[in-house]
């Protein structure tokens, strides 16, 4: 992984989360994903959450005042290099990070939108999602839906009672509404692969084919968005931040874990210190190409 030099001190990435006490996903995980790759996180929570390795049983969402409060003490003491927004609780709590993050327009912001747990418990009803299409997709650099979360998010922005839209269709609409950039994760569809593809204005920038893991996994979106962050703020270009987070995030469940009686947990740390971010092929990957 990339490595602050003496004297200079590793990049700074904000991330907006709600809490996961079993550090499956949210907020822990993002702390852990970013560690990982040698930079310092800053955390503003935008929930807590009563849960475990089997699924959600409450959220309780953080007001929204505390929650712009937290983010703004902390630009005005530190520079950060990126943003990462995970889940935002609430239609207030998303309307205040746009607020905050709009003032920063030059740092890349990586939303990861997450609208229902593993287990399918949803975190985001009609008013969120109409709030996270207007107020936040105009303000990011790269959204990282899965496949159900790219429909669901296109859904309001298609045709009317057209319910099932290809994926290509679901990113150019969501670009369109202002997001530069989406990468659809292929993980919900069929098949002995995963194919997961970057979008831009034009179309498929590239396509990334990997082994498809057994097992069900607790927070693979959130190690993704935190990974691509980070690779960003260490100033890697997005096609090149979009594998290596690929890359890292596929070790990361293939050396997971399960700590309960629920999903399997990504191993963050299952990298060697020594080793260094990967942004070419690797041998997990049969289709690895640039459109």
Same mark, same amino acid.
């Given at each position: 992984?990339?490595?602050?030099?003496?004297?200079?001190?590793?990049?700074?990435?904000?991330?907006?989360?709600?809490?996961?006490?079993?550090?499956?996903?949210?907020?822990?995980?993002?702390?852990?994903?970013?560690?990982?790759?040698?930079?310092?996180?800053?955390?503003?929570?935008?929930?807590?959450?009563?849960?475990?390795?089997?699924?959600?049983?409450?959220?309780?969402? +953080?007001?929204? /005042?505390?929650?712009?409060?937290?983010?703004?003490?902390?630009?005005?003491?530190?520079?950060?290099?990126?943003?990462?927004?995970?889940?935002?609780?609430?239609?207030?709590?998303?309307?205040?990070?746009?607020?905050?993050?709009?003032?920063?327009?030059? +740092?890349?912001?990586?939303?990861?939108?997450?609208?229902?747990?593993?287990?399918?418990?949803?975190? *985001?009803?009609?008013?969120?999602? *109409?709030?996270?299409?207007?107020?936040?997709?105009?303000?990011?650099?790269?959204?990282?839906?899965?496949?159900?979360?790219?429909?669901?998010?296109?859904?309001?922005?298609?045709?009317?009672?057209?319910?099932?839209?290809?994926?290509?269709?679901?990113?150019?609409?969501?670009?369109? *509404?202002?997001?530069?950039?989406?990468?659809?994760?292929?993980?919900?569809?069929?098949?002995?692969?995963?194919?997961?593809?970057?979008?831009?204005?034009? /179309?498929?920038?590239?396509?990334?084919?990997?082994?498809?893991?057994?097992?069900?996994?607790?927070?693979?979106?959130?190690?993704?968005?935190?990974?691509?962050?980070?690779?960003?703020?260490?100033?890697?270009?997005?096609?090149?931040?979009?594998?290596?987070?690929?890359?890292?995030?596929?070790?990361?469940?293939?050396?997971?874990?399960?700590?309960?009686?629920?999903?399997?947990?990504?191993?963050?740390?299952?990298?060697?210190?020594?080793?260094?971010?990967?942004?070419?092929?690797?041998?997990?990957?049969?289709?690895?190409? +640039?459109?």
């Amino acid at each position: 992984m990339p490595r602050a030099l003496p004297n200079h001190p590793p990049p700074i990435v904000m991330t907006f989360a709600a809490s996961d006490p079993t550090c499956g996903a949210g907020l822990q995980a993002d702390l852990l994903t970013l560690a990982a790759h040698g930079c310092h996180p800053l955390t503003v929570v935008t929930a807590l959450t009563l849960q475990d390795t089997a699924g959600v049983e409450d959220v309780l969402p +953080i007001e929204a /005042g505390w929650v712009a409060d937290q983010a703004r003490a902390l630009l005005e003491d530190m520079p950060v290099a990126a943003f990462k927004i995970g889940m935002l609780g609430s239609v207030e709590v998303i309307a205040a990070v746009a607020e905050v993050v709009s003032d920063y327009p030059a +740092i890349p912001l990586v939303f990861d939108p997450v609208l229902a747990s593993g287990r399918g418990d949803a975190f *985001a009803d009609e008013e969120a999602v *109409a709030a996270m299409l207007e107020l936040l997709l105009p303000l990011t650099h790269l959204l990282t839906p899965n496949s159900l979360e790219a429909r669901r998010l296109a859904q309001d922005l298609g045709p009317a009672g057209q319910v099932r839209l290809p994926l290509a269709e679901c990113a150019r609409l969501l670009v369109a *509404a202002g997001c530069a950039h989406v990468l659809v994760t292929g993980t919900h569809e069929q098949g002995a692969r995963v194919v997961n593809t970057l979008y831009g204005s034009h /179309g498929p920038l590239r396509h990334d084919d990997w082994e498809r893991l057994p097992g069900s996994y607790h927070g693979s979106g959130c190690t993704l968005a935190s990974a691509i962050a980070a690779n960003l703020a260490w100033g890697q270009p997005l096609s090149e931040a979009v594998r290596a987070g690929q890359h890292y995030t596929w070790h990361s469940l293939a050396h997971g874990f399960r700590p309960g009686m629920g999903q399997y947990v990504p191993q963050r740390l299952w990298r060697a210190p020594s080793e260094h971010n990967l942004t070419s092929s690797s041998p997990e990957v049969v289709d690895a190409h +640039i459109v």
